[in-house]
């Protein structure tokens, strides 16, 4: 079993900066791909930004020149340093990976994991 676990949310004003964070533990073999999700009260869960483990990186619109993430393939951790932050884009956010597994060599997508909270005030 892999387990994900995101912090680094919290209350921001509008304009300012946040960093999430989303570890990656357990039976781990390696990981692909690694992304964000948010989603707001009322709204689906939407992609934010995903990286390769070749570092390619793509953004949804909303964020694109905004918010950047980044990979510690050492740590099996994945980033989100959000700047310029707008009301908008206040929600849970969420991580996931393609992992594979340890034991069984199997790739598969984790359960998702608690989020971490994003409230930015205008």
């Known amino acids: 079993q892999v387990q994900l676990v995101e912090s680094g949310g919290g209350l921001v004003q509008a304009g300012g900066s946040l960093r999430l964070s989303c570890a990656a533990s357990?039976?781990?073999?390696?990981?692909?791909?690694m992304a964000w999700y948010r989603q707001a009260p009322g709204k689906q869960r939407e992609l934010v930004a995903a990286?390769?483990?070749?570092?390619?990186?793509n953004y949804a619109d909303s964020v694109k020149g905004r918010f950047t993430i980044s990979r510690d393939n050492a740590k099996n951790t994945v980033y989100l340093q959000m700047n310029s932050l707008k009301p908008e884009d206040t929600a849970v956010y969420y991580c996931?990976?393609?992992?594979?597994?340890?034991?069984?060599?199997?790739?598969?997508?984790?359960?998702w994991g608690q989020g971490t909270q994003v409230t930015v005030s205008s």
């Open positions: 357990g039976s781990i073999f390696s990981i692909g791909t």
């Open positions: 996931n990976a393609e992992v594979v597994e340890k034991y069984s060599g199997s790739d598969y997508y984790p359960s």
């Open positions: 990286i390769t483990s070749g570092g390619r990186r």
